[in-house]
């Protein structure tokens, strides 16, 4: 049997590439209005209008066959056939920004010389015309001697006429240029020039607005206080915007606890359903929410083009600590999640630049443990309020914030000087025009967001929080004991074991409880804690809630630490194996748990032994 | 000398006023890494191509962000200062 034809979309950075295989194939591709988007191969699959079937696959933008990042190595690897992950093409499809003709063509003409059957996308023609540029598609396939089609992928224009083209190209009878030695960079550059001014019909100058934009965004002192005022509105209204929602979901637990607990007897399945699965997994889907607030302002900075700017207003501050500006979009995505951080860290050139960025990566407060910080700091921190707008509990979780992205300066700082020494690469990069970033493209960032966390909590949170709630149930306790049937249990007497290890900092049994779950994510340390509380109370018959229940046990300066050691040490598991993965062993996975660790344990420590002291 | 094309001596990237359109004279491409005067040869930096400085980042010294051809590329000055510039006499 034959296999489908293998066509590449290949390209410059941002020219559209994953927008254009969405359009194609129907897949649901991550896309983003800044260079990077893609970092590995993706396949989907397309039918041609006469029935054949072609596999598409989606590389990562690349400005040349000579690769400087890990990304482009894998681009220059496919198309010309040294992947050993996959088959050589059968031919190209070639994405070029209308608007950057005379860059993107050189690397097009590098393409085409490859001899492979090539069909031009003129993408983005739409924000060509914006940019008051007419272009003539015809002046540039004779010069280029291969089908160009103008294209919006993201309006899904001219997406018949290119299925067509292919067509012809993978059908044999397409035209097939002829393979030729590769000419120098500037020769090329130049060619490139010279047929972009050709295929150019009017010219006029660029519109106001994006420069006006520019002017405030990449101000010497406007640009950082609008970066600022962007990631303090992020985190605020993460806190502000989530309340309602989040109390509905709250309501909507209590109520199934209490139907549950109507429903059925008293007895192994009602206290595995409402104490283990409804009190752990809904302590974490209260979250959902917040989470997805936050994702909406990484999605919209992404898409509209601001990430750059944000990069290059920071680089500054990064080349301080051996990093640059590029360092800047992985990290801050890092605070969403740690695992698509680490991944995006493959457009850094430099290896050691990159390694130090996987590395601090964990110290950006992820998403999981945002769940972790509220209910510790809603039940133990006054809500007094210092000045309008600011309150204590909001400046504690910001200080948790800045204590993580401080931890990761200080890390980076030292790693470059130690294990990650070595020069500087550099900051190099293009920006990208602003656009309006497309509700259909965040709507589906934020479902797919949803899908992924309510597989976790239905999956992972739900099978550690129900091992948790058997550990801790059995045995039972005699009738009559005045012991309590935490520490009866199994886990309980784990619990006391890890405590001995923590207790110095300060940790409890119940922190001891929760620390090992919370490895598999984060979020599991507040349902665990739920679950402890859940079947610890069964003597009183307490219904409150978690947080009251923290109120009557922790004291503050253990609070403290506990939320001072979840700004550094557990990564989850999923970190954990994404470093493998991207670092090719377990040496750098290793180095980062075990220097996370005694950070965590450092930082507790101090942080508990303070409060003592302090009098809290 | 030839005087049709009139050119400030010594002025590069680095140093060329805000807004002052300009054309790349020279690279010094000695005074790079290899992997930054690839990077630069792929962004469009060649001699002849015209340039014009749009941003200068604040903190220290920042980088620069410029347009070249019909780009906006962010680059550090040191980089910069290897990009001869001519401007026309004003």
Known sequence: ?616 | MDMSLPVRAALTLEKLPRRQRGMVAAIDWTQLADAEARRLRELGFDEGVGVEVLHRAAIGRGPIACRIGRMTVALRRAVAGAIHVAVPAA
Request: glycine share 8%.
């Open chain 1, 1 to 616: 049997m034959n296999a489908a034809p293998l066509v590449a979309l290949v390209g410059n950075p941002n020219a559209g590439k994953s927008a254009l295989f969405n359009a194609l194939t129907g897949a649901r591709q991550k896309v983003g209005n800044y260079p990077g988007v893609t970092v590995e191969r993706k396949s989907g699959r397309l039918v041609l209008d006469d029935g054949r079937p072609v596999e598409l696959v989606d590389l990562p933008g690349a400005y040349s066959l000579d690769p400087s990042s890990p990304d482009e190595a894998v681009t220059r690897d496919v198309v010309t056939g040294g992947s050993e992950f996959e088959r050589r093409p059968d031919a190209l499809v070639v994405v070029l920004d209308a608007a950057n003709l005379d860059n993107h063509l050189r690397f097009a003409l590098q393409l085409i010389a490859l001899g492979l059957p090539v069909v031009i996308a003129l993408n983005m023609v739409d924000l060509a015309e914006r940019d008051g540029l007419v272009l003539d598609p015809a002046v540039l396939a004779r010069e280029l001697g291969v089908p160009v089609v103008p294209t919006v992928a993201v309006r899904r224009r001219g997406l018949d006429q290119l299925r067509e083209a292919l067509a012809g190209a993978v059908g044999g009878g397409g035209i097939r240029p002829h393979p030729r030695t590769l000419e120098t960079e500037s020769v090329l550059q130049r060619r490139a020039r010279n047929i972009a001014s050709a295929a150019i019909i009017s010219e006029t100058p660029a519109h106001r607005w994006a420069h006006w934009l520019d002017s405030v965004a990449l101000h010497p002192v406007m640009g950082p206080l609008l970066l600022v005022a962007v990631l303090f509105t992020m985190f605020q209204a993460v806190f502000t915007w989530a309340t309602v929602p989040a109390d509905a979901i709250d309501a909507g637990f209590a109520w199934l606890q209490t139907q549950i607990a109507a429903a059925l007897p008293d007895g192994f399945v009602r206290s595995l359903l409402t104490d283990g699965l409804i009190a752990g997994v809904g302590a974490v889907l209260v979250f959902l929410p917040q989470i997805l607030i936050l994702f909406l302002f990484i999605l919209v900075l992404e898409a509209s083009g601001y990430m750059v700017r944000a990069a290059f207003l920071m680089d500054r501050l990064m080349a301080g600590v051996g990093l640059s500006g590029r360092a800047f979009i992985p990290l801050l995505s890092s605070f969403a999640c740690a695992v698509p951080g680490i991944m995006a860290t493959r457009t850094i050139e430099d290896e050691k630049e990159r390694l130090t960025t996987i590395l601090i990566a964990p110290l950006m407060t992820c998403s999981a443990r945002w769940p972790v910080y509220t209910l510790i700091i809603g039940a133990m921190i006054p809500n007094m309020r210092l000045a309008p707008f600011i309150r204590l509990q909001g400046l504690v979780m910001f200080g948790l914030l800045a204590i993580g992205i401080a931890g990761a300066y200080v890390a980076a700082l030292l790693l470059r000087r130690t294990v990650t020494k070595g020069a500087s690469s550099g900051f190099m990069m293009e920006m990208p025009k602003y656009q309006m970033p497309r509700l259909g493209d965040i709507v589906l960032g934020l479902w797919t967001r949803t899908l992924i966390f309510l597989k976790r909590a239905g999956t992972i949170i739900a099978a550690t929080t129900v091992v948790l709630w058997l550990l801790l149930s059995f045995p039972k306790l005699p009738e009559g004991s005045a012991v309590s049937p935490v520490d009866y249990s199994i886990g309980g007497r784990i619990g006391h074991g890890i405590e001995t290890v923590v207790k110095p900092i300060g940790f409890n049994r119940d922190i001891a409880l929760a620390l090992l779950p919370a490895m598999a994510a984060r979020e599991v340390a507040v349902s665990a804690i739920g679950t402890v509380y859940a079947i610890d109370d069964k003597g009183e018959g307490g219904e409150a809630r978690i947080t009251d229940k923290l109120r009557g046990r922790w004291t503050l300066p253990t609070a403290l630490a506990f939320l001072m050691w979840f700004v550094f040490a557990p990564q989850c598991i999923s970190t954990i194996a994404v470093t493998r993965r991207e670092t090719n062993g377990w040496k750098w996975p290793a180095f980062m748990v075990g220097y996370l660790f005694a950070a965590a344990y450092i930082m507790a420590g101090i942080t508990y032994w303070l409060a003592v002291f302090a009098g809290l």
